[in-house]
């Protein structure tokens, strides 16, 4: 009987470390079949693609100069054990939560590979987002025994039921942690909400890396924390790369990204750049959203950073922004007045920080573009107006920090 256990755990990892496998496909049929989900999806899409022109147009660049921080939440539904084994899960998710932060911000020590591989994708760049993934500390939901200062990682309280959004961590993104069934590595919507208390799941062998915990060990190939870095280019609006040779317009069909050339079939394992042909050019097999292994993929392209930003910028309201420990630079009177405007508004707030590096106020258009950056000093009441000379009317993002710690919010010019 034991021989017949260990042969069937045999085949089982066997066949569950021969090809990635993703869940996105079926979780966005289930949220379309559903009127009302399909309805909320169709008006965020449209939201995302008049930010997607923005940037699209924008003949300044893409990027935030700000940093954007957007706060974490770890959950593993299944785990109730003793405080040793738990302080290991809070390793194990801060080690996926830096993976994540090396591959968007594409600081990853393997993109350096692109520089030899780039030979054969003429006119494709690597891209990269000025974000910074944090697990939250501060002001954590009530009824969950968080108290402020400890990680928002939870253990067999939410997300139960194999429930896929839990609308107590609305406003965070949250990392679910669970045996999915079926060989999936993983899944999300394709762009996700945080205000729905949407949630990234990822099977228990193939979340973070380095030797794991207790049932939750991540398993080559897809041991480094990739699946994740795959998976959550889908909560940020990215489709496969391998999604069809129709001919079209690059920037309506496929993957709807021009710099990540067409393919109508996935790859697998740790093909060599150059080995394999997509639709008319070399397929980009180390890139994020194909299906190779962890080891062998390592870089998103400038188009797909843009459309990630531009999904960003259209959820950036619904993320909380009291969570983060640095947050305490400001207390809860932080204001802006008035809001909507004319260009011209007042900031306010008590500030309990005892820095000396002044105060700094940053606003960017939807698009990234800097439109105003100014330097002011410090002081426990801090009134400032602030003037944006020649604005158009849109929303704008604002951005105030002493070099430390910050808080960001959206502003209308009317």
């Not at 891209?127 to 954590?140: C, D, P, R």
């Not at 009134?383 to 604005?391: D, E, G, R, T, Y």
Request: glycine share 8%; hydrophobic share 35%.
């Amino acid at each position: 009987m034991k021989l017949k256990l260990l042969f069937a755990l045999l085949v089982f990892q066997v066949s569950f470390a021969q090809h990635r496998t993703c869940g996105m496909q079926e979780k966005q049929a289930q949220i379309m079949s559903n009127p009302v989900q399909r309805q909320a999806s169709l008006e965020q899409q449209n939201k995302f693609n008049v930010e997607l022109q923005k940037i699209v147009s924008n003949k300044n660049g893409n990027s935030i100069n700000a940093v954007i921080r957007i706060p974490v939440a770890v959950h593993f539904p299944a785990v109730a054990t003793n405080s040793s084994l738990k302080a290991c899960f809070r390793t194990l998710a801060q080690s996926q939560v830096n993976t994540l932060n090396a591959d968007y911000k594409g600081t990853n020590a393997d993109i350096s590979n692109y520089t030899a591989d780039a030979s054969f994708y003429p006119g494709t760049n690597t891209g990269s987002l000025q974000v910074e993934f944090v697990l939250a500390t501060q002001n954590h939901p009530p009824g969950t025994g968080l108290v402020n200062g400890d990680l928002a990682v939870t253990f067999g309280t939410d997300f139960l039921g194999n429930n896929d959004n839990d609308a107590t961590w609305a406003g965070y993104l949250n990392l679910v942690c669970r045996n999915i069934g079926g060989g999936t590595l993983g899944y999300s919507n394709l762009g996700a909400s945080p205000s729905a208390g949407d949630c990234v799941v990822i099977n228990k062998a193939a979340f973070g890396s380095g030797s794991g915990c207790t049932g939750y060990v991540p398993g080559a190939p897809y041991d480094l924390g990739r699946t994740l870095t795959h998976e959550l280019g889908h909560y940020f609006n990215l489709d496969h790369t391998f999604n069809g040779c129709d001919g079209a317009n690059c920037a309506t069909s496929g993957d709807r990204i021009c710099d990540t050339p067409a393919l109508n079939v996935e790859n697998y394992d740790c093909p060599a750049a150059g080995d394999v042909m997509g639709c008319s050019n070399y397929a980009l097999t180390m890139n994020y959203m194909d299906y190779t292994n962890d080891a062998c993929m390592y870089m998103f392209t400038a188009g797909q950073a843009a459309r990630m930003l531009a999904w960003y910028n259209t959820i950036a309201g619904e993320f909380k922004s009291n969570v983060l420990g640095n947050e305490s630079f400001f207390k809860n009177d932080f204001s802006i007045y008035p809001n909507p405007n004319k260009g011209s508004f007042t900031i306010q707030f008590t500030s309990n920080s005892s820095n000396d590096n002044g105060v700094k106020v940053f606003v960017h258009d939807m698009s990234g573009r800097l439109i105003l950056e100014s330097n002011f000093e410090n002081s426990a009441s801090f009134n400032q107006n602030i003037q944006l000379n020649n604005a158009q009317a849109g929303v704008y993002l604002l951005t105030v920090t002493d070099g430390e710690m910050k808080q960001s919010k959206k502003i209308v010019v009317e």
